[in-house]
């Protein structure tokens, strides 16, 4: 597992750059100024080629042609076949908590263009969580998921719909964390809207991280600031992905049990693990998982932060405990 976080940072990476990427923010930091351009144009490439590969909200993106193909095999790039591959290890990790198979139940919830043009709720328009989104939705339909790595074909069952993204932006932010580092042979940090990978030599003290409900949110935002050095840091929230849809009030965790966004007792959990990829798995599960998500994260054994609807934090695995108001900047 990558290292644990720990409450203090002893001094921040010396240059960074955010960019509008995959329907949110990116955030790129390197520890040598210098080679903060460089680290940026790796990221960025990285960003495409996920985004043509595996982005359910552009017509021409590969998992697209995958779908809508669906019962037959498919041949397909070696990046697509590694995603895919990466959320079907995904769900087996997570016991089916996080699922690779649910675009039918999220374009039925509503999500079926970018979030940015979703109708975003508001105080006075919030109705009651969904029901039951899709009463046909085939449970664990992952596993009937076919890879052939040595032909370079996927089958994905018919009436499914592959959506990557559980673990398609943690795993760019991996691929490009690691990229940035190697061309730029300094420490880099790649944060895709939260999802948080990390390459190279940190700097000194770690590399510091504000967890908070919303990765848009400041420094000074309640939460807690955390430093690692290694790996990646990942949080997921029902609070700041949520839209109306027939005057229900939705969010994209969707619990594959109900086929409905998920009721957790849970509104935010961040997660500390060797790669974005395991922290933003972990995270989702948690989630989803509910009262159970506790003693499952300290059974696999990763560091991690659970927040209640009430505001009040649960640590475990070694997270190091902290206030939920972080300093206040200046």
């Given at each position: 597992m990558?290292s ?19 329907g ?8 040598v100024?210098?080679?903060?351009d ?6 960025k ?11 359910r ?10 779908n809508?193909?669906a ?17 079907i290890?995904?769900a ?6 996080v ?16 979030f ?34 040595e032909?370079?074909t996927?089958?994905?069952?018919r009436?499914?719909r ?6 398609a ?7 490009a964390?690691a990229?940035?580092?190697?061309r ?11 999802d ?9 003290g ?13 420094a ?13 840091l ?5 609070t700041?992905r949520?839209w109306l ?27 500390s693990a060797a790669?974005?990829?395991?922290a933003?798995?972990a ?8 009262r ?5 994260l ?5 560091p991690a ?6 505001g009040e ?18």
């Amino acid at each position: 597992m990558g290292s644990p976080p720990r409450p203090l940072p002893l001094s921040p990476a010396p240059a960074s750059l955010s960019f509008e990427a995959l329907g949110g923010v990116a955030t790129v930091a390197t520890t040598v100024a210098g080679e903060l351009d460089a680290a940026v144009a790796v990221v960025k490439a990285e960003v495409r080629a996920i985004d043509v590969t595996a982005s359910r909200f552009r017509a021409d993106s590969e998992i697209e042609r995958l779908n809508a193909r669906a019962g037959e095999p498919v041949t397909v790039s070696p990046l697509l076949l590694d995603a895919i591959a990466v959320a079907i290890r995904a769900a087996h990790a997570s016991d089916g908590s996080v699922d690779p198979t649910l675009g039918a139940v999220l374009i039925a919830a509503g999500y079926d263009r970018d979030f940015q043009e979703l109708e975003r709720p508001s105080p006075t328009a919030l109705g009651p969580p969904a029901p039951r989104i899709l009463q046909l939705y085939r449970t664990e339909a992952w596993r009937l998921i076919e890879l052939d790595r040595e032909a370079a074909t996927v089958l994905v069952p018919r009436g499914v719909r592959l959506d990557l993204g559980a673990t398609a932006k943690a795993l760019a932010a991996d691929r490009a964390a690691a990229a940035a580092a190697s061309r730029c042979t300094c420490g880099v940090l790649v944060s895709l809207s939260g999802d948080i990978a990390t390459g190279g030599e940190p700097p000194t003290g770690g590399w510091s991280i504000h967890v908070s409900d919303d990765h848009r949110a400041p420094a000074f935002a309640p939460g807690q600031t955390v430093a690692i050095n290694s790996g990646g840091l990942a949080t997921s929230s029902s609070t700041a992905r949520r839209w109306l849809h027939d005057g229900h009030n939705m969010h994209h965790i969707i619990d594959p049990r109900s086929a409905s966004p998920a009721r957790s007792i849970w509104r935010t959990v961040s997660v500390s693990a060797a790669s974005c990829v395991d922290a933003n798995t972990a995270s989702t599960a948690a989630l989803v998982l509910g009262r159970r998500a506790q003693p499952w994260l300290e059974r696999i054994g990763l560091p991690a932060r659970l927040v209640g609807h009430d505001g009040e934090a649960v640590i475990v695995g070694g997270w190091p405990s902290g206030d939920e108001a972080a300093p206040q900047a200046g």
